[in-house]
């Protein structure tokens, strides 16, 4: 059965490949909050969104990860949130501050 299109604001369990492993600190990172983590059924330990950096790939592709329910999608991140992140990656981009790396299959 194929999965259906992605949506703004919908995490999934994905085995990103980040741009820099060596990167040290967080400063541009937007936290996601513990109300939402719970709501997502996410796990209580801190989780960062990262608006410096992407992945490109195919959809859905070999890295998307079937959460304990065996489906690929957690929920949304609420409006207010996904608006923000989407804010911030267009600003890094008109900056040509993004990095984006590009998955194969």
Do not use: F
């Not at 997502?40 to 990262?50: F, K, M």
């Not at 998307?64 to 989407?86: A, C, D, F, H």
């Amino acid at each position: 059965m194929a999965l259906p299109l992605p949506q703004p604001g919908q995490v999934i369990r994905y085995a990103y490949l980040w741009w820099s492993e060596a990167r040290v600190g967080r400063e541009d990172g937007i936290e996601i909050p513990l109300p939402t983590k719970r709501r997502l059924g996410l796990d209580a330990e801190r989780s960062w969104i990262v608006t410096t950096e992407l992945n490109q790939s195919t959809w859905p592709g070999p890295d998307i990860r079937p959460t304990t329910s065996g489906e690929y999608l957690y929920g949304y991140l609420p409006e207010k949130l996904m608006r923000l992140v989407l804010e911030q990656v267009k600003k890094r981009a008109r900056e040509k501050l993004l990095k984006a790396v590009t998955r194969t299959e």
